[in-house]
């Protein structure tokens, strides 16, 4: 490790390490021989560490760049939110299966990265309203700002009448909407979703169709996709 840092010398560089092959010991080692104010390091799988060793890691990177990618399903709300308390002010925070969280701990997910860039991703398929607070995905994005990045993937599932108003509402933060176009069908009732979703688009708003060709989708469709795209 010494040996690679002294061949980098002053450029930039990112260190990725990844929470399911590395021991919480080797990224606490790698990190602690990081002096140098050149480098970001990029922890995947942080969910894969207990939350004590999580903890423990994201208090060694202290304030240095760093970014952290996790997922609910890896590590519960509850120990997430506790690393999110320990994370330095200059951590970048990813959350996958955000879907998967109360309204509530959504809430306090945003009052933890208060300062930093945080993502968000929701499954279109899987999402829920909260019993008790009402719409996640909704309330998610009106209160979230420019730091902050909301992705919908599988975004073919929700109801037009659900999605177009918060696509719509939207141009407070970084909504990133994803169709598998895999999924979508010729015989919607409600024409080509797609479409209606850019045509209320904001500019912060980015849409995306993945699988393209992977279905029975017409090639009609996807030229009036990108015709509406402009």
Do not use: W
Not at 159 to 182: A, E, F, K
Not at 200 to 215: H, P
């Amino acid at each position: 490790m010494n040996d690679v840092i002294a061949a980098i010398g002053s450029k930039p560089y990112t260190i990725t390490l990844d929470g399911k092959l590395s021991t919480p010991a080797a990224i606490i080692d790698c990190v602690t021989k990081l002096t140098a104010s050149n480098f970001e390091l990029s922890i995947t799988n942080g969910g894969s560490l207990s939350v004590s060793a999580l903890s423990q890691v994201l208090s060694t990177v202290g304030s240095r760049k760093a970014s952290l990618a996790l997922d609910v399903l890896d590590l519960n709300p509850t120990g997430i939110l506790a690393a999110l308390g320990v994370a330095g002010v200059n951590t970048d925070v990813s959350i996958a299966s955000a879907h998967t969280f109360t309204t509530a701990e959504l809430t306090q997910v945003r009052q933890l990265t208060t300062g930093k860039r945080l993502s968000l991703e929701f499954n279109g398929r899987q999402l829920g309203v909260d019993p008790v607070n009402g719409d996640k995905l909704q309330q998610a994005v009106a209160a979230s700002d420019m730091q902050t990045t909301i992705t919908v993937n599988t975004a073919q599932y929700p109801p037009l009448s659900y999605l177009l108003p918060i696509i719509q509402n939207s141009s407070n933060t970084n909504l990133v909407v994803s169709y598998n176009g895999g999924q979508l069908s010729d015989t919607e009732a409600n024409g080509n979703v797609v479409v209606r979703g850019i045509e209320v688009a904001a500019a912060t708003t980015t849409i995306t169709v993945t699988s393209v060709g992977d279905g029975s989708y017409s090639i009609d469709n996807y030229l009036k996709i990108l015709s509406a795209a402009g």
